[in-house]
């Protein structure tokens, strides 16, 4: 069974700093999506930055960026010059090639101090 | 187009009775889904829709749990005789295509006394 880790519960990082937030994966599938999701206190998840694993080149978004290294099956976002809208909580995920269900990890709820 | 929509956005029950909730996915969108999130925890997938077909349903989802997408529209997911356990955000999410972004709505809280 797939499964997402997220080891870091909380976080936190002055504005305009830079923080990166880690993520494990466990899949035996060589296919499959990886993304970083954004919840806000509004509750609305919001898709942050998506990686497909066929791809060797790092997504970025803007200030977001990812480290994915397949054979370590590791996924950390990578947060730039960080603002007080970026304080959410983030939540790792996974979905195999061709699947519709996505896993979760449990998320890392980041606080940015001004 | 303003987003996924779901309805009630809190909903207070006492254990026993049957709740109802309700999504508005974006127009046009043929993938519905529903995640459950419980504190402390990320999103866990209960079953998702293509168009009116109900494709897939979690182990999760008892059959207490029941969801419809009548016209391949909004949908609807509702549980019967309630359980303390029951308590957690019910989130909808929706999309164009697989491949496609998904959206996800602000959820509806369910507390169970």
């Known amino acids: 069974a797939q499964t997402v880790t997220q080891s870091q519960p909380e976080m936190s990082v002055q504005e305009a700093e830079t923080v990166t937030l880690s993520c494990t994966y466990d899949t035996s599938e060589s296919d499959y999506y990886l993304f970083w999701y954004k919840q806000p206190p509004s509750r609305q998840m919001i898709l942050v930055i998506r990686q497909e694993a066929y791809k060797q080149q790092n997504a970025t978004e803007n200030r977001f960026s990812v480290n994915f290294q397949k054979a370590a099956k590791s996924f950390s976002l990578k947060i730039s010059d960080s603002q007080l809208g970026d304080a959410a909580m983030y939540f790792c995920a996974y979905r195999r090639f061709r699947d519709d269900k996505i896993i979760f990890g449990k998320g890392t709820r980041l606080h940015i101090l001004p | 187009d303003t987003g996924v929509s779901q309805d009630p956005r809190h909903k207070i029950t006492k254990r026993g009775q049957n709740v109802t909730f309700r999504c508005d996915p974006i127009?046009?969108?043929?993938?519905l889904y529903w995640y459950r999130q419980t504190l402390g925890q990320g999103p866990e997938f209960l079953t998702y829709?293509?168009?009116?077909?109900?494709?897939?349903k979690s182990r999760l989802l008892s059959d207490r749990f029941s969801a419809e997408r009548p016209k391949g529209s909004f949908s609807t997911l509702e549980i019967q005789r309630t359980e303390q356990g029951d308590s957690a955000m019910y989130l909808c999410?929706?999309?164009?295509?697989?491949?496609?972004?998904?959206?996800f709505g602000s959820g509806t809280q369910l507390s169970v006394l």
């Open positions: 127009s046009e969108h043929n993938r």
């Open positions: 829709f293509q168009n009116e077909a109900q494709l897939e």
């Open positions: 999410a929706s999309s164009l295509d697989l491949e496609e972004k998904l959206f």
